[in-house]
């Protein structure tokens, strides 16, 4: 049976049915839903490795080498890892048949952005139908543990907990496996620099990260690179780099997790890169290098203009806020505090249909100064304006907007009270990212092509937003998308890691890297044999 859902919704409700998002219209479930997915690989004659050897497969990089999905690690994700489905497709040129990996142990997993040490533990995030196929409400991703809630602005919404098996998470306990048999030493939340210093295991320091630490060989004094290298691989793959400019972007560039300098990034590639090529003289490998973020779904499913007010809202908002923060605008022009331009920029104009995110631009003159006396009442809008075509608006602004501030229903958030500066990005900012991450694969390359071809370049960048250009491939008869909608969506529920099938997508960018470099053959994943994002549950 059919049913249509939103496939993004804001978490709560927008003045009353005041955000309207596209409908995607679910199909034939996937074949993790029917249970009857294909085993593989399925091996072709004659596959061999080519002038590589994958005697013993090593992995080193972030979250999407990790198995990180839905935001969480948990044990089906790590199941589809990008390098277990790699080691699978090696097993055709005679491979071993084990890939070890530091297993979490959870069947929903940890969120790190999620969660909140010592007061609550939540896992992966599900698409959760609140009230069910009948009820009004639609679909969005809640993590799993989820309690519920009760929300009484701007109208009265309750959100039950998630149902079994979906009601429980896992604090991430330390790896109780041989981790000298490891293969897998990819690490969530990890900069380059982090995989390069002992200090990343090390609790006391700046650079700790508790993922690391729990499968680290000697926590606080091997670095993750050190342990990749322990491992003895005969084939690498190494995909770091991402996080230094993603987990910017994904913060809406409020500088919690600053980019990394292009200097820096330059000398702790090459050093990693020669170090490792050092080490070992039969080294080889294969590298990915970054995508742009403006391909992940998301950056671009929640529309700058996803503001939809009817014609008594947007005549009220017009005369209740825009025409007095207008009116003080123009006396900013007379007082020579702004230019005639930036007013322009900034003049707040509410129309029937589709309006642009109330937000705060740090970019903008200051105005607080003058929020005084009669224009006392402006002083959230002394940064303000509402958002242009030329600006993104992060997923995690879906948890802010139409909620009210402070309990004020006249004050709500992205319609008549802006949002806070790190849950949109400017032009300004994506441009700074973009040139950074060109600068970032500028680094890889060149690293690459100094290599003496021992490591092969998987232009992991071209391939994702090649896909965004053409918004559906049907690949093996699987129609697929970039997005995290079912039944083709690409993407996992938290819009910045593939799904399953999304990583089987990404392992084939990597096998026609390997191929092309090392004259191997090693076959590529059949997509009919990985899983797309779960459809919707309800209480």
């Not at 297993?103 to 599900?126: A, C, E, F, K, Q």
Request: glycine residues 10%; charged residues 10%; aromatic residues 10%.
């Amino acid at each position: 049976m059919k049913k249509k859902y939103i496939s993004y919704a804001l978490a709560l409700v927008m003045l009353a049915g005041a955000c309207e998002q596209e409908t995607i219209d679910l199909q034939e479930p996937s074949c993790e839903e029917l249970g009857n997915c294909p085993p593989g690989p399925v091996c072709p004659t004659g596959a061999t490795a080519g002038t590589a050897s994958f005697a013993k497969f090593v992995a080193m990089g972030n979250s999407y080498v990790a198995g990180f999905q839905a935001g969480a690690l948990f044990n089906d994700g790590q199941g589809s890892s990008l390098p277990k489905l790699l080691a699978k497709q090696f097993e055709c040129t005679g491979g071993p048949t084990s890939f070890n990996q530091p297993d979490i142990n959870s069947v929903n997993g940890y969120n790190p952005l999620s969660s909140i040490p010592g007061v609550i533990t939540l896992g992966r995030n599900i698409l959760f139908d609140p009230d069910g196929p009948a009820g009004p409400r639609t679909a969005a991703p809640y993590p799993a543990g989820f309690p519920g809630s009760a929300v009484t602005c701007p109208s009265a919404v309750n959100t039950p907990a998630l149902p079994a098996p979906y009601n429980t998470a896992d604090a991430p306990a330390a790896f109780a496996g041989n981790k000298a048999a490891l293969n897998n030493f990819g690490v969530p939340l990890i900069f380059l620099g982090q995989a390069l210093t002992p200090d990343t295991g090390n609790p006391s320091s700046p650079y700790f990260n508790g993922l690391w630490a729990r499968f680290a060989s000697q926590p606080g004094v091997k670095s993750i690179v050190e342990d990749a290298l322990g491992a003895g691989g005969s084939f690498y793959l190494i995909w770091l780099g991402f996080d230094d400019v993603l987990l910017y972007a994904a913060t809406g560039a409020d500088g919690t997790y600053p980019m990394t300098t292009e200097g820096a990034f330059t000398a702790q590639y090459n050093g990693m890169i020669t170090t490792m090529l050092t080490a070992n003289p039969a080294f080889k490998g294969v590298v990915g290098n970054i995508p742009n973020f403006t391909s992940l779904p998301y950056f671009f499913t929640v529309r700058w203009n996803a503001i939809t007010l009817d014609a008594a809202k947007a005549t009220a908002l017009q005369a209740g806020l825009a025409d007095n923060y207008n009116a003080f605008l123009n006396g900013m022009v007379g007082l020579g505090v702004i230019t005639a331009a930036e007013k322009d920029k900034r003049l707040l104009s509410y129309v029937a249909g589709a309006n642009g995110v109330l937000m705060v631009d740090e970019e903008l003159t200051d105005l607080s100064a003058y929020t005084t006396g009669p224009y006392a009442g402006l002083a959230p809008y002394a940064q303000a304006r509402q958002a242009k075509s030329t600006d993104l608006v992060p997923l995690a602004a879906g948890s802010v907007l139409g909620t009210c501030n402070g309990g004020n229903a006249n004050a709500i958030f992205g319609v008549s009270y802006p949002v806070a500066d790190k849950y949109i990005l400017t032009q300004t900012e994506t441009t700074l990212i973009l040139t950074r991450t060109a600068a970032f694969n500028a680094t890889i390359s060149a690293a690459v092509a100094g290599s003496s071809n021992r490591l092969a370049l998987a232009d992991v960048n071209k391939a994702y937003g090649d896909f965004v250009t053409a918004q559906l491939y049907v690949i093996d008869g699987v129609a697929i998308s970039p997005s995290f909608a079912p039944p083709t969506g690409a993407y996992s529920e938290d819009g910045l890691h593939p799904n399953s099938r999304g990583y089987a997508f990404t392992a084939n960018v990597f096998i026609d890297a390997i191929n092309a470099k090392f004259t191997s053959t090693v076959p590529k994943i059949k997509l009919t044999a990985a899983s797309g994002t779960k459809l919707p549950v309800n209480p």
